[in-house]
């Protein structure tokens, strides 16, 4: 049973480019959130897409947008890159109907801006 | 809005030692508690999880956690800590109207000494 799968791992972007991440859900899982670690920081939420919409988002920029394919698999993308967006990108994949709320994380995405 | 406050960055302990990791959360309702793990270059594994009932709850790797209303704490303990443990914990509140979105704090890094 695979579990969540993220792409690239690890990334290098110059200021005012754009990146995309990628994101495979864990096997039977229908909801995908993502989260960005800056250095020495806890996890902040991005947004959450179920039913390929964004269901819910955090306090961040429309810079950061997403997709969420019909096979659940996600994407991150983020536009005019900024220094401040160096971060491990995490992204967690859980049941919607399973109203546990564990979430289970893929390795992350370290994306260094230049 | 929901938060989660780990006073302590760092502590050291030796092996064979007990450990308390601490926290404190700010949710309005009866809130859905987590801790999480991150080792180096790894994403994060739940430990643990508190929705209702008992109050002390068990988690993997030997690790337990202590719901108390009155303290607004969740704190997580192990009896005897191995070297193993030295990782970053994450302590992590969820809101409980039905989205999942999780809010974690800051972290604790846990190093353990021979």
């Known amino acids: 049973d695979a579990g969540v799968t993220q792409s690239p791992t690890h990334l290098i972007k110059t200021r005012g480019q754009q990146v995309t991440l990628r994101c495979s859900p864990k096997s039977g899982h229908d909801t995908v959130s993502w989260y960005q670690q800056a250095l020495g920081q806890g996890p902040q939420f991005i947004f959450q897409?179920?039913?390929?919409?964004?269901?819910q988002r955090g306090n961040f920029p429309d810079r950061f947008s997403g997709h969420q394919f019909p096979n659940y698999s996600s994407e991150l993308n983020v536009n005019a890159l900024l220094l401040g967006d160096s971060a491990l990108y995490l992204c967690?994949?859980?049941?919607?109907?399973?109203?546990?709320?564990?979430?289970?994380f893929g390795e992350g995405s370290r994306l260094t801006v230049l | 809005a929901q938060s989660v406050t780990q006073p302590d960055i760092h502590i050291t302990v030796s092996e064979g030692a007990s450990l308390e990791l601490r926290c404190n959360y700010s949710?309005?309702?009866?809130?859905?508690l987590f801790w999480y793990v991150q080792s180096p270059g790894q994403g994060l594994q739940l430990l643990l999880k508190?929705?209702?009932?008992?109050?002390l709850v068990q988690g993997i790797k030997g690790f337990e956690a202590e719901f108390k209303r009155s303290q607004s704490s969740f704190n997580l303990r192990k009896p005897s800590v191995h070297w193993s443990d030295a990782a970053e914990y994450f302590c992590a509140v969820m809101n409980s109207g039905g989205y999942q979105k999780v809010t974690f704090g800051t972290g604790t890094k846990l190093q353990v000494i021979p």
């Open positions: 967690a994949s859980s049941l919607i109907e399973v109203y546990t709320g564990e979430l289970f």
């Open positions: 508190y929705f209702s009932g008992d109050t």
């Open positions: 949710y309005g309702a009866t809130p859905y």
């Open positions: 897409y179920y039913e390929e919409e964004e269901r």
